[in-house]
């Protein structure tokens, strides 16, 4: 792990305090909220958390140990909230997440590292429209009622790593994530939506030469979605839609009823990591397969849907850093292939939803900093070329795009003695993508955050305040964005 | 070496593990080609069958809610393009104004893997009855869980005649596992069966006016006291009374009494009911194994069936029929829920097809008149 010294000031005041806390001050760790406060910059930028190696590019078990520093451990709190009509007809009007989070990260000996967090997650949304599902565009499947209402989710969400390194040049790794959330509908049809996630996390890293690390990840993964109706007050039956796609639907009546979405899959990749003293070069290539099926409570239970998704998955970064200049040039790039489709089982002869999609990205990037003020200016610039089909054959609604995505963002902070630091960024998504092309065409996005850190003792406080903005030039629809998150880290 | 061999043996199981699924079918779903002759059977117009141009057909998916309406072309030709898989009713209809006649034909269809699927519909006279269920409220109201005492069966006289239902019986179906096919039967099963008084042909106790309606109450009450949406009963025509149960009785308001044992009322099922009305003429006792075991039942020849209707709120696909498909071609009611406070009621009234998915609308009660 490379950690970049992020702390430099000349001005007064930050030299008065730092002369203060010189003396016991440790240096500040800044992860990836830094990232995140400065606009998101991540192909040059590089940070404790955004480096070229198997774990940070990746999230490879096996590098844990090796891309560790310190132990600490972490407390952190965040809230946020979206909000508008420029959205998707499912999404909710008002969306509010709130968590509380401890994680850490330690070294259980010279050869083991383990990290991990849980959370406790408040998900709400509010005027939701019709939507009987945690995410209404997982698949082409959905239930609806006719009303509108506020469903508010809560739940915790675990995740953790593990490595072991069995030699000089081998290591692996294992770590999970899970989250269980139960969501209720506080308004007929009063529905309770069970979310349950778990992913495996297995890598295995090779290091045949001291610049190279060949990593290979398996993930496999599963994903149940339950929704229940138990009855209601209102003293009336249940009355849902059952979607298969957007033109055909049925309409099921119930004093009690419930469907079950139940998606499994697996990814598979290969890392590839180089890295020299100026230039560091990662890859991965992925496969990832995951099938959904959808069944209602009956007796015997019925197959009503089954969603299917593969993708093809490449990515490459490449960062060099110039001689006697606090330069950083990076590069990125990808290539994905999806293609989902969906069948209703009972007529499996033919495709009732098609929807490919493939994405060529290229970015490049650049990261200066300038000595010895402590201000650090980085900047990126993506282009991503998207061609996206959602053919509904059910419905006989064939939607296409073929865009163009510019993405950039810059991001600055000023840093001083290791005590403290601001940061602020902006992000700017011209056309934002979405797989079943239901997002107004041509939407904008535009990210602005701001932050800094505090470091006293062992102790640091990093803070990020996000605004967010949607737009699009034939509507008055907005969609903002308006967010805060603090942590508190203390090393050990 | 055997590091590589371990890695290649990894790579090839994710492989494997990969590799599960279904492969993706060739054929594209909401490309199926419905094609249709209608043809008039009739006689009344050639003596040879004859094609049916500017036939109004209606298509209503059996299972999910689909309804379109289309037009035949003057060869009395229709091409129904871009349906997806699934079970179709099929109704044509054709009315000529000034032969005051109406011709209808209707068939089932299932679009499962064939491209392309032809029938013919052949259409003739509707054997029009005398005497139709005109409405029927069965859903319950909202004046508390599970109350559905303020059900009704609306009847019509659509001739211009006084009718004497004196010895007719109305009849609730229910389902026997004692009946494997009841399209093979000539007989409907009656669970509950309540009958008017008197003797057919012989007493005039039971008069139905012409273009008049009647309505028969399970409990004639005024039930909007026990909730806003329930129906008050108060002007009813008649009620169902069993006399060997503890059930309600309005004086003021004649009775049908039960022929069959079972049941303490003359109710419906909320979910799904088969009723019909016949002229009580013949009927006879059988018994027959239902799933609480061996029930008595009423068979009723299809012959004295004056008019039928099967609803039901949510059919499946593996949903099986009270009613054979001679006396209700279709289905009723379908999505309307349970405690809903709405009933089903002919389009227009006396309008019978035959078929129920398409004679009947979904909306609030009106018992003794129409929308």
Redesign the interface.
């Known amino acids: 792990m490379e950690r970049r010294s992020t702390v430099k000031s000349s001005s007064l005041i930050a030299a008065v305090s730092a002369l203060l806390l010189a003396a016991w001050v440790q240096p500040a760790t800044c992860d990836e909220i830094r990232t995140s406060t400065m606009g998101n910059c991540s192909i040059a930028l590089e940070d404790r958390d955004n480096q070229i190696n198997p774990y940070d590019y990746g999230r490879n078990p096996a590098y844990l140990g090796a891309d560790f520093d310190r132990s600490w451990i972490r407390f952190l709190f965040s809230i946020d909230e979206q909000k508008g009509d420029l959205k998707r007809p499912f999404d909710p009007h008002l969306l509010n997440n709130t968590f509380v989070e401890f994680e850490g990260r330690k070294r259980l000996s010279d050869r083991q590292a383990a990290s991990g967090s849980f959370r406790y997650d408040r998900l709400w949304q509010r005027e939701q429209w019709r939507s009987l599902e945690l995410d209404q565009y997982n698949d082409p499947f959905y239930l609806t009622d006719l009303t509108t209402g506020d469903i508010t989710y809560w739940g915790p969400v675990m995740s953790a790593d593990y490595s072991l390194r069995l030699s000089s040049k081998?290591a692996i790794g294992a770590g999970f994530d899970y989250e269980i959330s139960t969501g209720l509908k506080d308004y007929y049809t009063r529905p309770q939506i069970e979310h349950n996630y778990a992913r495996g996390n297995i890598g295995?890293l090779?290091q045949p030469r001291s610049e190279w690390f060949f990593g290979?990840l398996?993930r496999?993964m599963r994903i149940q979605n339950r929704t229940t109706f138990d009855g209601t007050n209102?003293?009336?039956?249940?009355?849902i839609?059952r979607y298969?796609g957007e033109?055909?639907?049925?309409?099921?009546?119930?004093?009690s009823y419930s469907l079950t979405e139940v998606m499994k899959g697996?990814e598979?990749g290969?890392q590839n990591i180089v890295t020299t003293d100026r230039v560091k070069v990662g890859t991965i290539f992925s496969?990832g397969?995951a099938?959904n099926s959808v069944q209602g409570k009956?007796s015997p239970p019925?197959e009503i849907g089954?969603w299917?998704d593969?993708t093809l998955d490449f990515n490459f970064i490449a960062r060099y850093t110039l001689e006697n200049t606090p330069l950083v040039l990076g590069v990125s790039g990808r290539s994905m292939n999806r293609?989902g489709?969906a069948?209703?089982p009972?007529?499996?002869?033919?495709?009732?939803f098609?929807n490919p999609m493939q994405l060529r990205s290229l970015g490049a990037g650049a990261s200066y900093t300038i000595q010895p003020t402590g201000l650090t200016i980085a900047a990126d610039y993506v282009l991503n070329s998207y061609d996206i089909e959602a053919?509904?054959?059910?419905?006989?609604d064939f939607r296409a795009q073929e865009f163009v995505q510019n993405v950039g963002r810059l991001g600055v902070e000023y840093a001083a003695y290791n005590v403290y630091s601001i940061r602020g960024g902006v992000e700017v998504t011209d056309y934002v993508a979405d797989r079943w092309l239901k997002l107004p065409v041509n939407t904008d996005r535009y990210r602005f955050t701001a932050g800094g850190s505090y470091a006293w003792g062992l102790w640091q406080v990093d803070a990020q305040i996000v605004y967010g903005r949607d737009t699009q030039n034939d509507t008055d629809e907005r969609r903002r964005d308006l967010g805060g998150i603090v942590w508190f880290t203390h090393l050990e | 070496m055997k590091r590589f061999f371990a890695i290649v043996s990894v790579v090839c199981a994710g492989a494997l593990m990969a590799s599960c699924g279904l492969d993706k079918p060739d054929e594209a779903d909401g490309r199926s080609v419905l094609v249709l002759q209608a043809v008039d059977t009739s006689g009344v117009f050639s003596e040879d069958w004859t094609s049916v141009a500017n036939a109004k057909v209606d298509i209503a998916s059996a299972t999910e809610a689909f309804k379109g309406t289309f037009t035949t072309d003057e060869t009395g030709k229709i091409v129904i393009e871009g349906l997806p898989m699934g079970e179709y009713y099929i109704q044509a209809s054709m009315r000529y104004e000034e032969h005051d006649v109406l011709l209808t034909g209707q068939a089932k269809k299932k679009l499962k893997s064939e491209a392309e699927v032809k029938d013919t519909l052949f259409m003739s006279f509707v054997p029009v009855s005398p005497i139709v269920i005109n409405e029927l409220y069965y859903a319950g109201c909202n004046g508390s869980s599970f109350y559905y005492y303020d059900q009704f069966v609306e009847l019509y006289n659509s001739t211009g005649d006084t009718l004497y239902l004196d010895g007719y019986v109305i009849c609730r179906s229910q389902q026997s596992d004692g009946i494997f096919d009841i399209e093979g039967e000539p007989f409907a099963l009656a669970y509950y069966m309540y009958q008017f008084p008197g003797t057919r042909g012989v007493t005039r106790e039971c008069p139905i006016g012409p273009h008049e309606f009647l309505v028969i109450a399970c409990d004639a009450v005024n039930h909007h006291n026990y909730g806003a949406l329930c129906v008050n009963l108060l002007g009813a025509d008649w009620e169902s009374f069993n006399p060997t149960q503890n059930d309600y009785d309005n004086l003021l308001v004649p009775n049908l009494l039960p022929v069959s044992t079972v049941g303490k009322d003359f109710t419906l099922s909320l979910g799904h009911t088969g009723i019909f009305l016949a002229t009580g003429e013949e009927f006879t006792f059988a018994e027959y194994t239902t799933s609480s075991g061996v029930s008595p039942f009423i068979q009723v020849p299809l012959r004295t069936i004056v008019d039928a209707v099967e609803t039901a709120e949510n059919p499946s696909p593996t949903f099986r029929r009270y009613l054979t498909l001679r006396i209700d071609a279709g289905l009723g009611g379908i999505g309307m829920t349970k405690y809903s406070g709405q009933s089903i009621e002919r389009k227009v009234p006396g309008f019978d097809s035959n078929n129920s998915s398409f004679d009947f609308d979904i909306g609030a009660p009106t018992p003794g008149y129409s929308h």
């Not at chain 1, 009972?346 to 009732?352: G, I």
């Not at chain 1, 053919?391 to 006989?396: K, L, P």
């Open positions: 081998a295995l090779l290979l398996v496999p209102e003293n009336k039956d249940l009355t839609r298969y033109g055909i639907y049925d309409i099921r009546s119930f004093s697996v598979i290969v496969y397969y099938q009956t019925e089954y299917q593969k293609d489709w069948e209703r009972r007529y499996e002869d033919v495709v009732l098609d053919s509904d054959y059910g419905a006989n």
